[in-house]
C-alpha cells in the first residue's frame, strides 16, 4: 500500500511560480513510478507530467513542456512538480499518482492522493 498526500496548492497570478508536493507512504516508494494529473472543473482527469522509478525518464504533457518540471527525491519520499509561468487554465485540481511503471495514462495509476487545488488568476 502507499498512500499520497499533496500540497503546495494556492492562488496565483498569471504568470507566477509554484511547486507542488507530494509526499508518499511506504518504504515501497522508490519502487513506483510518479504522475502528476489535473483535472479542471466540467473536465476529464488529463495527463500533466511523469517521472521513472529513478527519476531518469520523464513524460510530460505538451500543453506544460517547458513550464513544469517533475522532480523525485527518493530519501525523501517526495515527488514535486514546479510550475512556472502559469496560465489561467492551469487552474485544476492536481493530483498524484503512482504505478509500477512510467506512463502517462491515469489506468494505469495504482494509488491516488486526494488533489490540491491550483488557482491561476489573470
Known amino acids: 500500500q502507499v498512500q499520497l498526500v499533496e500540497s503546495g496548492g494556492g492562488l496565483v497570478q498569471a504568470g507566477g511560480s509554484l511547486r507542488l508536493s507530494c509526499v508518499a507512504s511506504?518504504?515501497?516508494?522508490?519502487?513506483?513510478?510518479m504522475g502528476w494529473f489535473r483535472q479542471a472543473p466540467g473536465k476529464e482527469r488529463e495527463f500533466v507530467a511523469a517521472i521513472s522509478w529513478n527519476g531518469g525518464t520523464t513524460y510530460y504533457a505538451d500543453s506544460v513542456k517547458g513550464r513544469f518540471t517533475i522532480s523525485r527525491d527518493n530519501a525523501k519520499i517526495t515527488v514535486y512538480l514546479q510550475m512556472n509561468s502559469l496560465k489561467p487554465e492551469d487552474t485544476a485540481v492536481y493530483y498524484c499518482?503512482?504505478?509500477?511503471?512510467?506512463?502517462?495514462?491515469?489506468?494505469?495509476?495504482?494509488?491516488w492522493g486526494k488533489g490540491t487545488l491550483v488557482t491561476v488568476s489573470s
Open positions: 499518482a503512482a504505478a509500477p511503471y512510467i506512463s502517462t495514462q491515469a489506468m494505469r495509476m495504482d494509488y
Open positions: 511506504g518504504r515501497t516508494f522508490s519502487s513506483y513510478a
